[in-house]
């Protein structure tokens, strides 16, 4: 039972690490500090975030050029996520004052409360049985694991086809689960009786599209997964820019079928 927990939690990481190297591939911000000439000496003017977009890029280096297997074996050593654990597993001998059989959790009263996931990876540490495998599966195929997925997949799905209607880039990254297997993303423009979800439809591919610019953005920052909202917003997704989808795509298909995939899986196999 541990050892499947144990690879449950690498195939988490694994998770975590190619939805970070996703969400870099799709950053203006990144893709702006790739084609950047770093001097010697940044300029005195340079912002803060600019300045953090470099770094971040100078330690995760290009995503556009390689696959995703590649990126990771040089980079698996580096933390995929924007802060350190606040759970730290103590065990009996490591204080004298606790029995050697005493397991403690320890949390730093200056940080925030902890998630669901660090509390359920530091569990896993301590009692790998069957409740703590449940809750791990459960944080894994959460709704913000699936939207993450499903924004990439919309984004993926625009840059094949920027001149495809918003509507049927939402259906075709199965936004709104109710509506799959309802709206065609095929049909015709006019068909009857699906008025209300175009409408909707339209409104969750705004709303996705600007969580995955907002998420893309803080990646790009080195925060990741959690993002904040992004001070003095002024990018967006250039989709008419023919190497836009010409980056994204220039080794083919690969995440978009492995976001389709995941979306899919999330999804369907959850009901």
Not at 10 to 16: G, K, N, P, T, V
Not at 108 to 124: E, F, K
Not at 170 to 197: C, E, N, Q, T, Y
């Amino acid at each position: 039972m541990g050892g499947k927990l144990c690879a449950e939690q690498q195939d988490c990481h694994l998770e975590m690490a190619r939805l970070f190297f996703n969400f870099l591939r799709i950053s203006p911000s990144y893709t702006a500090a790739s084609q950047y000439v770093r001097p010697k000496r940044l300029p005195k003017k340079m912002s803060l975030d600019n300045r953090q977009v470099l770094d971040c890029y100078s330690k995760y280096g290009c995503v556009l050029n390689c696959s995703f297997a590649t990126w990771f074996e040089g980079h698996k050593q580096l933390p995929m996520y924007s802060c350190q654990p606040v759970i730290e597993v103590i065990r009996g001998r490591d204080r004298l004052f606790v029995c050697d059989d005493d397991v403690l959790l320890k949390l730093c009263g200056d940080q925030d409360p902890p998630s669901i996931t660090q509390l359920v990876n530091a569990l896993s540490q301590i009692w790998p049985n069957t409740q703590i495998k449940q809750i791990h599966g459960q944080v894994l195929k959460g709704a913000k694991l699936k939207n993450m997925w499903k924004d990439l997949l919309l984004i993926y799905t625009i840059a094949s086809n920027p001149r495809l209607e918003l509507w049927r880039a939402g259906a075709m990254a199965m936004l709104v689960d109710r509506f799959i297997g309802k709206l065609d993303p095929l049909a015709a423009r006019h068909k009857s009786g699906d008025d209300h979800m175009r409408r909707h439809m339209t409104l969750m591919v705004m709303r996705h599209k600007d969580r995955a610019l907002q998420v893309s953005e803080q990646a790009a920052l080195g925060g990741f997964p959690e993002p904040q909202p992004v001070k003095n917003f002024q990018t967006r997704f250039d989709f008419e820019d023919e190497n836009f989808a010409s980056r994204l795509f220039s080794l083919g298909s690969q995440e978009l079928d492995c976001a389709r995939e995941r979306v899919f899986q999330l999804t369907v196999f959850s009901h």
